[in-house]
């Protein structure tokens, strides 16, 4: 480091390794803040987005009054608008967005893949099946619980296959996902087969993905199950530091790898599938966002999971504005991720060492 200036002082060579450790502790914390706040300020901005034209007072002000109990004078549309419209569908987005996400973060952590996303132990593929039985074949059958019921059933058959010797093998884990999402990917060829036009085409919907039927209603029954397992995630996010170093290493240290493992696939299973039974399939935000997460502030979980949670409910909300008001018809939210997922996926990892994981 320099320590003057002008002709006659003695110049000392940099050292860009303290210069970028400095820099680090400086930029690192206000970033950290940001991403975990940034909730926030997305939920009020994408509250004024709409066909139904309200600026950011009156906004404001209709949801104190909602709150409060009070009358503003408004028209009972702008209520209807924020409470009935926009609002429950925000916090649905928050939700699956926050679920996908850290069930993400979780199944990396655990299988020790930045590849592994929410869905690779048949998730999607059993929530599609259960779905379309519901929509085509046993319209009587609520398609929410239908679609979670068959995402676990997934979940169960993959554990069971994977289990050899009193230990859950995670190669065996994978590639049972892998299978069991082929055969019920097989299933809905079938349905897709032998049903009528209209039908194909409420299946494809919800197969896409989408928060254009979010409800109160619809919300009720599942964001117990995604906080639970977030919060379960959360509070034992350093036991994944300890899984991530190996079956072997985490048990030289005492660790029941068991149990532990278990309760991880579970609570990030259970998050997943109930995004999944509200939203339909919606591809890459378990993939991207902790893996981006994991690049700029390292493998960590007492860091990454907060950030996956925050960041993946802000970013699913955003997308989901892009949904809403990129053109004159609603685009399935699906699409979008996947559209916007992709060449950054690509990008991430081209530009950064062995994609940020080590």
Same mark, same amino acid.
């Given at each position: 480091?320099?320590?003057?200036?002008?002709?006659?002082?003695?110049?000392?060579?940099?050292?860009?390794?303290?210069?970028?450790?400095?820099?680090?502790?400086?930029?690192?914390?206000? *970033?950290?803040?940001?991403?975990?706040?940034?909730? @926030?300020?997305?939920? $009020?901005?994408?509250? #004024?987005? %709409?066909? =139904?034209?309200?600026?950011?007072?009156?906004?404001?002000?209709?949801?104190?009054?909602?709150?409060?109990?009070?009358?503003?004078?408004?028209?009972?549309?702008?209520?209807?608008?924020?409470?009935?419209?926009?609002?429950?569908?925000?916090?649905?987005?928050?939700?699956?967005? *926050?679920?996908?996400?850290?069930?993400?973060?979780? @199944?990396?952590?655990? $299988?020790?893949?930045? #590849?592994? %996303?929410? =869905?690779v132990l048949g998730i999607s593929s059993g929530a599609a099946f259960g779905a379309a039985l519901s929509l085509v074949i046993f319209p009587w059958l609520p398609v929410q619980p239908c679609a979670f019921f068959f995402s676990l059933v997934g979940l169960i058959i993959a554990y069971v296959m994977s289990r050899s010797r009193g230990e859950t093998l995670v190669t065996s884990m994978v590639l049972s996902g892998i299978i069991i999402g082929s055969v019920f990917g097989s299933l809905m060829t079938?349905?897709?087969?032998?049903?009528?036009?209209?039908?194909?085409?409420?299946?494809?919907?919800?197969?896409?993905?989408?928060?254009?039927?979010?409800?109160?209603?619809?919300?009720?029954?599942?964001?117990?199950?995604?906080?639970?397992?977030?919060?379960?995630?959360?509070?034992?996010?350093?036991?994944?530091?300890?899984?991530?170093?190996?079956?072997?290493?985490?048990?030289?240290?005492?660790?029941?790898?068991?149990?532990?493992?278990?309760?991880?696939?579970?609570?990030?299973?259970?998050?997943?599938?109930?995004?999944?039974?509200?939203?339909?399939?919606?591809?890459?935000?378990?993939?991207?966002?902790?893996?981006?997460?994991?690049?700029?502030?390292?493998?960590?979980?007492?860091?990454?999971?907060?950030?996956?949670?925050?960041?993946?409910?802000?970013?699913?909300?955003?997308?989901?504005?892009?949904?809403?008001?990129?053109?004159?018809?609603?685009?399935?939210?699906?699409?979008?991720?996947?559209?916007?997922?992709?060449?950054?996926?690509?990008?991430?990892?081209?530009?950064?060492?062995?994609?940020?994981?080590?």
């Open positions: 480091m320099a320590i003057g200036y002008g002709p006659g002082v003695k110049q000392e060579p940099v050292d860009g390794r303290k210069v970028g450790h400095l820099s680090s502790k400086i930029w690192k914390p206000v *970033a950290f803040y940001f991403f975990l706040f940034l909730p @926030f300020p997305v939920f $009020f901005f994408s509250m #004024l987005i %709409g066909i =139904y034209p309200m600026t950011a007072e009156e906004v404001a002000r209709v949801l104190f009054s909602g709150i409060a109990g009070i009358e503003t004078g408004y028209p009972e549309m702008y209520k209807t608008v924020v409470f009935e419209v926009r609002l429950p569908r925000i916090l649905i987005g928050l939700m699956v967005g *926050a679920a996908l996400s850290v069930s993400g973060a979780t @199944f990396q952590g655990i $299988f020790r893949n930045p #590849l592994v %996303g929410p =869905y079938i349905i897709q087969m032998v049903v009528d036009e209209k039908a194909l085409q409420s299946i494809i919907f919800w197969t896409m993905g989408s928060l254009a039927s979010s409800t109160w209603s619809k919300m009720s029954p599942s964001w117990i199950i995604i906080v639970g397992s977030c919060a379960v995630i959360f509070v034992l996010r350093w036991k994944l530091n300890v899984l991530t170093m190996g079956d072997e290493e985490a048990k030289s240290v005492g660790m029941n790898v068991e149990i532990y493992k278990g309760v991880f696939i579970v609570a990030a299973t259970l998050a997943a599938s109930a995004a999944v039974s509200i939203a339909g399939i919606i591809g890459l935000v378990g993939l991207i966002v902790p893996h981006s997460i994991r690049m700029i502030f390292g493998p960590d979980h007492k860091t990454l999971i907060p950030l996956s949670i925050t960041v993946g409910a802000a970013f699913m909300v955003l997308v989901d504005d892009i949904a809403r008001a990129l053109m004159g018809f609603e685009i399935p939210v699906g699409v979008i991720t996947t559209m916007i997922g992709a060449p950054f996926f690509v990008y991430a990892l081209r530009s950064t060492r062995a994609g940020g994981w080590d």
